[in-house]
């Protein structure tokens, strides 16, 4: 018997209201009764992922996404040494953010609480559904999962795995709800589920995020695509800047921490710009350019168009553009980036401070990678996503994220008049 999204919905919901009272202690349990079964099992994991990989394939994903979709038994390794680091950060629920006593002795407290159901609408990355619980389930919440339909089997295997090992413990199955329907329609169905859903969060590209934004009666937490800048000043350090750049965009072309566009001091273009043409070209990156860096490396280098200073590539393809000094390029940043990450490399303090000061984005770097902007890195174990907007949560988002507060009021008899 098929079951309605509905009674999904509901299903959470009725957790939501147990895991609201569970203890630190019994929540840890259930995280690492779950991070063991995911080792356990992970020969399961990897054959149903290998049905997805290879059907994706088959519509010829380009392979930064691949590797996005793909798992093997190091990374199955690394989902459950995740669950464990969440297990072992301090405990959000219950905490005393500040207590008062006003005039007439009411004794005033504001106290952090779950959210109480977290919908989670994801794209190809399999290890989600196992962030994305673990999270939910440390901060005291239920979860609703609904993967793409690039990793529709690892999901539901992912799924049902951590399932089963709640079986066992106090926090109860129906805390973890994973939609095994490929079906588009029913996530514009979960998206009208606001009497069961406290909060719905996006991960993927920006067609999903817009698309979420735009349709969903549930509120909505912004995570971003992430259309990363590097900014290479005048006096930058540039056997420093080599290597971040290279790493940033080539380690994992595919995440949405990856620098996507090079800004370049006009001042350094004429020297710099073959020089990290050449590395980037050398590790297989497609480079474009506006018509001055093209002038400099027309060999290696194709003209940009207007829409590439605004797209996400998720892929080895980078376009690099001159400026004429550091107020040009935090106007293009600012007009062109997603609020994500940005980065200026300088060796001046006080242009890293202007740059610091009016960037508009989540995370700002002076001198060090995009690829830092991270749950883990960040030292919050692991995340749920990178918010880019202002509201509730910005940044990577952790288990203080999935909560919000509420008062408690202590009197003896107090009226007001």
């Keep these: 018997m098929t079951t309605t999204i509905e009674e999904i919905c509901q299903r959470a919901k009725v957790a939501s209201v147990q895991m609201a009272k569970l203890s630190a202690e019994q929540k840890n349990l ?38 996005r979709l793909s798992l093997d038994q190091k990374k199955i390794q690394t989902m459950a040494k995740e669950l464990r680091e969440v297990c072992n950060l301090s405990e959000p629920i219950g905490t005393i953010l500040s207590s008062w006593t006003r005039p ?34 440390k901060a005291g919440n239920a979860v609703i999962l609904r993967g793409g339909t ?88 540039l056997e420093m800047a080599t290597p971040i750049i290279i790493t940033a965009k080539i380690q994992r072309p595919g995440v949405c921490n990856s620098v996507e566009k090079l800004l370049i001091h006009k001042k350094i273009a004429q020297t710099y710009i073959p020089k990290i043409v050449t590395e980037l070209y050398k590790n297989g990156v497609e480079i474009r350019g506006d018509q001055k860096t093209c002038q400099i490396a027309p060999e290696k280098v194709k003209e940009a168009t207007e829409q590439d200073w605004h797209t996400e590539y998720l892929d080895l393809i980078i376009s690099i553009k001159i400026v004429e000094n550091l107020t040009e390029a935090i106007t293009h940043i ?32 002076w001198n060090a990678s995009t690829r830092f902007t991270d749950g883990n890195q960040f030292g ?38």
């Excluded at 149903?48 to 059907?55: C, F, P, R, Y």
């Excluded at 918010?387 to 009197?411: E, V, W």
């Design 150 to 237: 690039d990793a529709l089997q690892s999901n539901i295997v992912i799924g049902k795995i951590l399932q089963e090992a709640l079986a066992n413990t106090s926090v109860p199955t129906d805390a973890i709800q994973v939609i095994n329907s490929p079906e588009h329609k029913v996530v514009e169905e979960l998206m009208s589920m606001r009497q069961y859903i406290d909060v719905l969060i996006p991960r993927g590209g920006a067609d999903l995020i817009k698309t979420v934004i735009e349709k969903s009666k549930i509120p909505v937490i912004e995570t971003g695509t992430g259309n990363c800048h590097i900014y290479i000043d005048e006096d930058a350090d």
């Design 30 to 67: 259930a995280l690492q009764q779950m991070a063991n079964a995911l080792e356990a099992n992970f020969e399961k994991i990897l054959t149903a992922n290998q049905i997805d990989v290879t059907a994706a394939k088959t519509k010829n994903l380009k392979a930064s996404l691949l590797d």
């Design 104 to 137: 007439n002795g009411l004794i005033i407290s504001q106290i952090r609480v779950p959210l109480g159901v977290v919908g989670v609408i994801y794209e190809s990355r399999p290890n989600v559904t196992s962030d994305a619980a673990g999270i939910c389930i």
């Design 380 to 417: 919050l174990g692991a995340e749920i996503g990178i918010s880019t907007q202002k509201l509730h949560a910005r940044g990577p988002m952790s288990i203080q994220n999935l909560t919000t507060t509420k008062y408690t009021i202590l009197g003896n008899g107090q009226n007001r008049n």
């Design 334 to 365: 600012n007009k062109y980036g997603t609020k994500h990450s940005e980065v200026i490399i300088t060796k001046d303090f006080t242009k890293a401070k202007q740059f610091l000061q009016e960037i508009d984005a989540a995370a700002v770097y």
